[in-house]
């Protein structure tokens, strides 16, 4: 059974950077898209971003141009790299295997479970 594991978060200061990582293990990875969600306190959990099993990349409106996602099939991992973070980028970020649905708007659906995510803190 997949497995994924969240970690790389941290306190960055605004327009600051910061790589995720999502590790796999029990299972490869090379056959799933791999979506990255966010939960800030209070809030609803959102799709950030989102990878098909062909390399095919999506991001939510709020963080196109600032974030990058990527994969590495020989690593089984996937990143998640985040460049001018904003206060409001703060939240839990978590990866999990979705289907990378972007019409008629992105929306990526999580099928795979929950792992304990990773904190990610912009603030001065």
């Known amino acids: 059974q997949l497995q994924l594991v969240e970690s790389g978060g941290g306190l960055v200061q605004p327009g600051g950077s910061l790589r995720l990582s999502c590790a796999a293990s029990g299972a490869t990875l090379n056959y799933s898209g791999i979506g990255w969600f966010r939960q800030a306190p209070g809030k609803e959990r959102e799709g950030v971003s989102c990878?098909?099993?062909?390399?095919?990349?999506n991001y939510a409106d709020f963080v196109k141009g600032r974030f990058t996602i990527s994969r590495d099939n020989g690593k089984n991992t996937v990143y998640l790299e985040m460049n001018s973070l904003k206060p409001e980028d703060t939240a839990v970020y978590y990866c999990?295997?979705?289907?990378?649905?972007?019409?008629?708007?992105?929306?990526?659906?999580?099928?795979?479970?929950w792992g304990q995510g990773t904190q990610v803190t912009v603030s001065s």
């Open positions: 990878i098909t099993v062909g390399g095919g990349t």
């Open positions: 999990v295997q979705a289907l990378c649905v972007t019409k008629p708007r992105f929306a990526p659906r999580a099928f795979g479970s």
